[in-house]
């Protein structure tokens, strides 16, 4: 699981005349969410904001889940504890918005500049600030971490 701003992008958000809102989503980050996907794993994008390019960009790194406009993202988590267990999901966040998901969530990431409440509650902060490849880096580290564990049971 995943929120946007500030994980996928650098927090900052642009409008051009009229109401077009432009975000800027790193390269690296899209393969990352390509790689999640390709080993099976599941990649939920929950977001308070709703935005047309994050929707657009969602699809085009083929990503189901897309929950946007959500104010309350614990709910969001809740329901897909009915399909795996809270040890089985992880989360990713910066701000205040996304803590009671990070501190429910199995491992909780957060991203370098991140507020501090995250990065004292988090399992993991990330090197990489938000935009600058946050995603490829969890996603390395989660699949060379399941190589592990699937390394070791072999043992």
């Known amino acids: 699981m995943t929120d946007?701003?500030?994980?996928w992008t650098d927090e900052s958000i642009s409008y051009a005349d009229g109401e077009l809102e432009i975000k800027q989503f790193n390269?690296?980050?899209g393969l990352g969410i390509k790689m999640l996907i390709e080993h099976g794993i599941e990649?939920?994008?929950?977001?308070?904001?709703y935005s047309e390019a994050v929707q657009r960009r969602c699809r085009e790194l083929g990503i189901q889940n897309i929950y946007q406009g959500v104010s309350n993202k614990i709910e969001i988590f809740k329901k897909w504890q009915e399909k795996y267990s809270a040890n089985e999901i992880a989360f990713?966040?910066?701000d205040l918005p996304?803590?009671?998901v990070l501190e429910k969530a199995g491992v909780g990431f957060t991203?370098?500049?991140a507020?501090?409440?995250l990065k004292k509650k988090a399992d993991y902060i990330t090197s990489a600030s938000g935009g600058k490849g946050v995603l490829r880096e969890i996603a390395e580290l989660i699949i060379t971490t399941q190589k592990e564990i699937a390394e070791e049971k072999k043992s």
């Open 43 to 49: 990649v939920v994008v929950i977001t308070a904001r």
């Open 92 to 94: 990713v966040g910066d």
């Open 111 to 113: 991203v370098s500049n």
């Open 27 to 29: 390269v690296k980050d």
């Open 4 to 7: 946007v701003d500030g994980v």
């Open 115 to 117: 507020i501090s409440a």
């Open 98 to 100: 996304d803590l009671e």
